[in-house]
């Protein structure tokens, strides 16, 4: 059946859900391979999935998914049945089908097939061998190779031409069995007067005395004479199911009646006899059903049980249940599906809410409302429910971060293979829920931050072993919460930051001055800046033209940060914080110029009150500040954003830009601290430098949220280089680090 | 008349495939997720023909046709088995459970129509 495009997409969540429990089944049985506790359920989990896959890519003509599922499917129920043993090389190659597998299904989901894949060919001729089934065919690869997995071809079930009318006689005997297994022979007889002029004649000859009768027992034989235009296959057709379960002879009248063909006790009387009188029913092609057969024929036999069981209850017995039961979910968990713009749609009717709540809490205030007043507890209840509204409708977006971690386990076996080494994936902290945004946006650094670490930060395994380590490495890759945020780590037991290497490379490169003082933290943060790694320097593995400055960035851009913490011949730890949501923003309220604007917390480093003696000025109107002998530029935020009225900037904030650059905003007060309601200015203006966002206010005032990033760039007004220059004694014999000094 | 039908199976796009099919061809249709939920199915709908899957969690299609056959309400009733598999051993296992007729998948709708038809009548004509 062609599957409409609803039933499409239920496919592919399926088959998302499918690879998740192949994924989470193939570890299972590879720490069962390793000695953990035996789980026989894992791999008919894992066959299941993969089966599940094949049956709906069958439904979809999805030829070469099928045939990859197939072959795949064939080592699997081979391992389940204990007929090839479970080894590592072996659980190896299954994850590399599933991740063939979920190629696949990606191809399929974007509309290609993955047939002319020399590498998919490669693996199916692995499957092969390990199955011991004959390589599949080079024919296969055409459209036309279903018949290898034993699918019986669809054809009409009535031929169009028929040779010209027949007489078959067939000879019917019902067994115990027939009738045991659900079947009723009134409605074959049914189903051969559609395709001819039926005659029947039934025989209750082998009906005992009523006292000895087992009701469940098939006494009754048939001899029925159909005149059809159908072929033997027709009528072969129509017992397809009840063969074996009856004993069937159907003989042409043409042809010479096979030895024996009245094998039936009845037989020689019930044999061809047209219009006989036992002939009960004359069925021909209008779908009048005959009448029922045994209760005419033998009118002193008792109707035969079974023939009764199974006619059909009332239909208003099964009516109500249909209401209910129809579109019935699966029990084990009861979800819907709903549309991401709804969800969106709601986020944005909440985040509404909170800034009107917000107003009305200000209006209260204004107009002397006491908080223990009856309008005060009321709106205090009101103010609950909320945010308790805001919780619930942001924990819609969340989800498991699990289906991504399980991603990343694919990026740590490839790149192992590639690099030569042998590492191992192990994840903790799965059922974290991050916003589904979020674990879009993380994906590519994450993948990226990961290679890294198999590529520059395990050791071979000859390194490893000479060292005292394990030969295989271990890759961790936790998500915790921590203090209203997501910390996800990814931590490698390797060799650590080679430190002199990473400070002679930033000296190469012109990043570093060679004769600079750098502290370990400050040489491992060179591994963010721009420029340090570029593709000719980095294998092909990690370097995808992709530095760890532009992972940085990407963190940033979801309003998280980024660590890193190295430690010689132990290993290293990446450590990337994160909001629960995109949708609010923890943010500091300040006043620069009679405006109130946000900055994200996330970018301020601290905040300070500088004393006079603090700030110098370089320049007619540039100041520098000195915090703890470090010189940092000032930077008016006021003449950024070209705002009139009077600043006396008497507070810095100092944030710190992706370069690790660090600036001081100059603000004149710091109002608050408050989660705010992102509101995208892109969407209702245009993007304006320097600013991020906006937000409403509790007094209904907009505010906008600053980008530190860009309104940092905005003032330019004196590079920290030239700030330090400026600060310091003649250059010659000091030279200034391009990094902070802290 | 309407004949109610008992569809089961493990997979979600099957389960949307069967429930689409067999409702435009004017059946009543109920679904059930595996073998378990089908035998509470099965007393709750009193269906005049089940489809079933063989591979399923908890209870596959065979120990449900079993449960099926054991009980007096569905002893008869026609239960279709669906499967991938045409291997004979399979369908010979199927039958000794007491299945009626199975269905190869991928089907198609006028192969299933007509494979219900065979196993319950004409009558089932939609």
């Known amino acids: ?171 019917f005997a019902a067994s115990r069995r027939l009738y045991a297994n659900g079947h009723d022979p009134l409605i074959l007889f049914e189903a051969l007067s559609a395709i001819g002029t039926l005659e029947v004649a039934v025989s209750a000859a082998r009906l005992p005395d009523l006292t000895t009768l087992d009701p469940e027992e098939g006494y009754l034989d048939w001899a029925l004479t159909l005149e059809t235009e159908q072929d033997r296959g027709a009528i072969e057709e129509v017992f397809e199911f009840v063969e074996g379960l009856a004993e069937i002879e159907i003989r042409c009248e043409d042809e010479d009646p096979p030895a024996g063909a009245e094998g039936i006790d009845a037989g020689p009387q019930i044999a061809p006899a047209p219009r006989d009188p036992a002939t009960v029913a004359e069925g021909s092609a209008d779908a009048t059903p005959p009448p029922p057969a045994p209760a005419r024929v033998a009118p002193d036999a008792p109707p035969v049980a079974p023939t009764a069981a199974s006619a059909a209850p009332p239909a208003s017995q099964s009516a109500p249940g249909a209401a209910q039961g129809a579109s019935s979910a699966p029990p084990a968990s009861a979800t819907i599906r709903v549309d991401l713009e709804r969800v969106d749609g709601l986020i944005n009717a909440v985040g509404e809410l909170v800034i009107h709540q917000a107003m009305i809490a200000q209006k209260l205030a204004e107009a002397g409302v006491a908080w223990n007043s009856d309008i005060g507890a009321g709106f205090d209840a009101f103010r609950n429910l909320t945010s308790e509204i805001q919780e619930r409708v942001m924990a ?347 | 008349m309407s004949l109610t039908i008992l569809a089961i199976d493990d997979s979600r796009t099957i389960r949307e495939m069967l429930n689409a099919a067999l409702s435009a061809a004017g059946f009543s249709v109920h679904l059930a997720v595996d073998g378990e939920d089908g035998l509470d199915k099965l007393s709750q709908t009193a269906p005049d023909v089940v489809i079933t899957d063989i591979n399923m969690p908890r209870l596959d299609g065979f120990g449900f046709i079993e449960g099926a056959r054991a009980r007096d309400e569905s002893r008869a009733v026609p239960i279709l088995v669906l499967t991938t598999e045409s291997a004979a051993d399979l369908k010979a296992r199927a039958r000794d459970a007491g299945a009626t007729g199975w269905i190869v998948k991928p089907f198609d709708e006028m192969r299933l129509i007509s494979a219900i038809h065979r196993v319950a009548g004409m009558r089932a004509a939609g």
């Not at chain 1, 495009?5 to 069962?32: H, K, M, W, Y």
């Not at chain 1, 597998?101 to 894949?117: K, P, Q, S």
């Not at chain 1, 000719?536 to 992972?551: H, I, K, N, P």
């Open chain 1, 396 to 742: 819609i977006r969340a989800q498991p971060i699990k289906p991504l971690f399980q991603r990343m386990a694919r990026i740590v076996r490839e790149a192992a293979a590639v690099s030569g080494k042998t590492a191992q994936l192990r994840t903790e902290g799965e059922a974290t829920e991050v916003d589904k945004t979020v674990i879009e946006r993380l994906a590519e650094p994450l993948t990226h931050i990961l290679r890294n670490a198999v590529d520059h930060g395990l050791e071979t395994s000859e390194k490893r072993v000479a060292a005292g380590k394990p030969a295989s490495g271990v890759i961790s890759l936790s998500a915790t919460y921590r203090s209203g945020r997501v910390v996800i780590e990814v931590a490698d037991d390797g060799a650590g930051i080679n430190r002199e290497k990473v400070r002679a490379i930033a000296i190469e490169k012109g990043l570093i001055d060679p004769a600079a003082e750098l502290s370990e933290a400050e040489v491992d943060r060179l591994l963010f800046m721009p420029g340090f790694s570029t593709a000719t320097e980095v294998s092909d593995l990690s370097g995808r033209g992709v530095g760890m400055d532009v992972v940085k960035r990407t963190i940033q851009a979801i309003g998280g940060r980024i660590s890193i913490n190295s430690t010689p011949g132990r290993g290293t730890v990446i450590s990337i914080s994160l909001p629960l949501t995109l949708a609010v923003l923890d943010g500091i309220l300040i006043e620069v110029c009679g405006e109130t604007m946000v900055v994200p917390i996330t970018a301020v480093v601290e905040t300070l009150r500088p004393g006079p003696k603090d700030i110098h000025a370089i320049g007619p109107d540039q100041r520098v500040v000195t915090v703890r002998d470090t010189v940092v530029p000032v930077v008016d935020l006021g003449q950024v954003f070209g705002l009139p009225g009077t600043c006396s900037q008497d507070i810095l904030l100092l944030v710190e830009t992706e370069s690790r650059n660090r600036y001081a905003l100059a603000v004149d007060a710091i109002k608050d601290q408050s989660q705010v309601v992102i509101k995208g200015l892109e969407g209702n203006y245009r993007h304006v430098a320097g600013i991020s966002a906006a937000t409403i206010l509790g007094d209904g005032r907009i505010a906008l949220i600053i980008d530190p990033e860009e309104a940092v760039a905005q003032a330019a007004p004196v590079s920290p280089v030239a700030a330090a220059v400026a600060a310091s004694a003649p250059p010659s014999s000091q030279p200034a680090a391009l990094t902070p000094a802290r």
């Open chain 1, 1 to 171: 059946m062609s599957g409409a495009p609803d039933i499409r997409t239920t496919f592919f969540q399926e088959c998302d859900e499918l690879l998740e429990a192949l994924n989470d089944g193939l570890a299972s049985v590879q720490e069962q391979v390793a000695g953990g506790p035996s789980d026989p359920e894992a791999l008919h989990a894992i066959f299941r999935a993969v089966h599940s896959i094949k049956g709906g890519a069958g439904a979809f003509g999805l030829n070469a998914l099928v045939r990859f599922a197939h072959a795949f499917e064939t080592v699997l129920d081979l391992l389940r049945s204990g007929k090839i043993p479970a080894t590592e090389d072996l659980v190896a190659l299954l994850f590399r089908a599933g991740d063939m597998l979920t190629d696949h299904v990606t191809a399929a989901r974007e509309g290609r097939e993955n047939a002319g894949d020399p590498a998919v060919a490669a693996l199916m001729a692995e499957l092969a061998a390990v199955s011991g089934a004959p390589e599949a065919p080079a024919a296969a690869e055409d459209e036309g190779g279903e018949e290898d997995f034993g699918f019986v071809p669809m054809t009409l079930p009535f031929e169009l031409e028929g040779p010209g009318a027949q007489r078959f006689h067939i000879a």
